[in-house]
């Protein structure tokens, strides 16, 4: 639930972050907290996205190895924060 404190209301106010919310809103109703998890949330989305159709480069272990890509379509994270680390795409 959104809380009424003036910073979540002002980040939310802004369209581009109010789409970004509403992608990622958990079937709970939890949200993600802050603009760094909703930029998290939003890259991770993006790579399941991509690997979901079968985009060829991120089945080449260069970019990412089978774990992250298992980690990016189960979803399961340590932290809102974190984006797959074990690949040149993002160190």
Known sequence: MLRSDA?????????????????????D???P???AALFAGFARNALAREIDAHNHLLFEDELFDRRDRRQILT?????????????S???
């Open 89 to 91: 795409l993002i160190p």
């Open 29 to 31: 109703g939890r949200i």
């Open 33 to 35: 907290q802050g603009r």
């Open 7 to 27: 910073q979540q209301l002002e980040l939310f106010s802004t369209p581009y972050f109010l789409r970004l919310l509403i992608d990622q809103l958990a079937p």
């Open 75 to 87: 979803r399961m994270w340590a932290s809102p924060h974190n984006l797959p680390e074990r690949g």
